[in-house]
């Protein structure tokens, strides 16, 4: 059983949300923010031919831009009022090829801090229905506090 973590702002959904929006990178590539709770969030980004590399798979440049969006947010659910989140590490494992429809992103708080937080991506990949493994990255976050 996942212990629940209670986040530090109450109005820590409202303030993820709006920073999602301001995030150019986002709009750009088609990343929609599908779930989001107390240190975990979803990310999907749906299948589009010019964000592929040379065989059609969706770039590996996507499948981490995917999952450190995910892993971001995640974190951030938990940090102050006030505060910016910044990735300062992460190690991304390619599994399998980034083949399908939607790529989704999975990322779960594995310890918050008051300065770090580490959080762990798994990243699907739903092709004809089903999902199946793509990547896994652990990452690292910094927590800019407020002045």
Known sequence: M???IEPRDPNWEARCRASFERQPICRTLGIEL???EPGFCEMRLPFRADLTQQHGFFHAGMVTTLADNAGGYAGYTLMPAGSEVLAVEFKVNLMSPAKGE???????VLKPGRTLTVTSVEVFMLDGGVEKDCAIMQQTLFCQQPA
């Not at 939607?102 to 779960?108: D, N, S, W």
């Open 2 to 4: 996942t212990k629940r």
């Open 102 to 108: 939607v790529m989704i992103a999975r990322a779960r």
């Open 34 to 36: 599908t779930r989001l």
